[in-house]
């Protein structure tokens, strides 16, 4: 819900501003030696003809006019949420891409996602081997002491079979993406959009439909570590635990739901740590997450994926030097595509990501993201290799598409 209104005990100066703003002259009705004065009095514009489209608080250089906006609807980038007959909210499914920004933004818990720990115990207590494979922005989400050496442990807490980092697949996504890029830019297409976000993925398939064939179709790094696992081990169950909400969307894709079991945010998986008084401060190191490389755990940045795509591309012929841009959050995500269709970017390589800052953003963290990024920054300075081309399954991948 939106609505315009003059604040109470106005500032405003009789500029008229506002008036001239107005592109529906829904001021008309005034007396233009008046109509300043006639605003305040009436506390708002035509309450039933205007459109809240805020061109006029814009307009005021005092203050004058307040755009009140409910906090779910200022954050969903896609315009999704609007209000119904009765002046509720009301979520519109087809424009939603569940990326979850409108669950963090409602000051009173009145949107929820779907949770699945009931069905990750259930699998853990009827003896399933589930593997947890962790999306690289899992650093310091539990808290001050819960270390990357100690991820492990508390893992096996819960009865989880083995953990491992999602960046060994954002290794393998980072290397096919530069071959994708590669082959088709611009062969057989303009630019190339990465495909790592899925909230990003299906706003471009919403929203600019012919320019859906321009991301590429490389598998996201869940799907390359879920697929490996299951390669590894032949029945057991695979978790993935990340920031995202838009993962349990893309988790029941028909061609993904059986790779990637259950999925779990960082809040959910915290739940579960205080429900077993899982204490990181008192549990031993286990066995490290040390097999993703630098590039991998950068993902979770924003900029991290189109840096390290570009940065194989380069390793691989030092000679070219790839054009990016980058996007984060959907109403900045959506002006780059307007941008990319008319032309502006060809030849480049987007970068999109549905969070502002990017997957440590998402709706399932619970650092801020400053904080955040911080540590995934040091994290990525820890690795062992720099570059996915010295990961040792760089060649695992093409047995895995």
Not at 210 to 238: H, W, Y
Not at 272 to 278: D, H, L, P, R, Y
Not at 371 to 392: G, H, N, W
Request: hydrophobic share 40%; aromatic share 6%; proline share 5%.
């Amino acid at each position: 819900m939106k609505k315009l209104m003059m604040k109470k005990g106005s500032t405003c100066m009789a500029c008229l501003e506002c008036v001239r703003a107005c592109s529906e002259a829904f001021y008309k009705e005034f007396d233009p030696d008046k109509a300043c004065l006639q605003i305040v009095e009436k506390k708002s514009v035509r309450p039933m003809a205007c459109p809240q489209c805020g061109k006029c608080a814009e307009a005021c250089q005092y203050n004058a006019i307040i755009k009140l906006e409910r906090p779910c609807v200022k954050a969903c980038g896609m315009d999704a949420i609007v209000s119904d007959e009765q002046g509720r909210a009301v979520i519109n499914q087809d424009k939603c891409v569940a990326c979850g920004q409108c669950l963090v933004s409602c000051p009173f818990g009145a949107i929820v996602d779907k949770g699945q720990i009931f069905q990750v115990i259930r699998s853990i207590m009827q003896g399933d081997r589930v593997v947890a494979i962790v999306a690289p922005a899992f650093v310091g989400q539990f808290g001050k002491d819960s270390l990357p050496e100690k991820i492990s442990a508390a893992m096996k807490a819960l009865g989880f079979h083995k953990t491992v980092e999602v960046a060994v697949g954002a290794d393998m996504c980072t290397i096919e993406e530069a071959e994708d890029f590669l082959m088709k830019v611009p062969a057989e297409q303009s630019f190339m959009a990465t495909s790592c976000c899925p909230a990003w993925h299906s706003m471009v398939e919403k929203l600019f439909p012919e320019q859906f064939k321009n991301i590429s179709m490389t598998l996201t790094p869940m799907v390359f570590t879920a697929r490996l696992m299951k390669k590894e081990d032949p029945g057991c169950k695979v978790v993935f635990v990340g920031p995202c909400a838009a993962k349990k969307l893309e988790a029941i894709r028909a061609d993904i739901r059986s790779d990637v079991d259950f999925v779990l945010t960082f809040e959910e998986l915290q739940g579960m740590f205080e429900a077993k008084g899982v204490d990181f401060a008192s549990i031993p190191a286990g066995e490290p997450l040390n097999e993703g490389t630098a590039a991998g755990r950068g993902f979770a940045v924003s900029g991290g994926v189109a840096q390290a795509v570009a940065d194989v591309i380069h390793r691989t012929d030092p000679r070219l030097e790839i054009k990016t841009a980058r996007a984060e959050g959907l109403r900045e995500c959506r002006k780059l595509m307007t941008l990319a269709k008319a032309g502006k970017y060809d030849g480049y390589l987007l970068e999109g990501m549905a969070c502002p800052g990017g997957c440590v953003a998402g709706a399932g963290t619970l650092l801020p993201v400053n904080i955040a990024s911080t540590v995934v920054e040091r994290y990525k300075k820890e690795a062992d290799q720099e570059s996915p081309l010295e990961s040792k399954y760089r060649s695992a991948r093409r047995e895995l598409d």
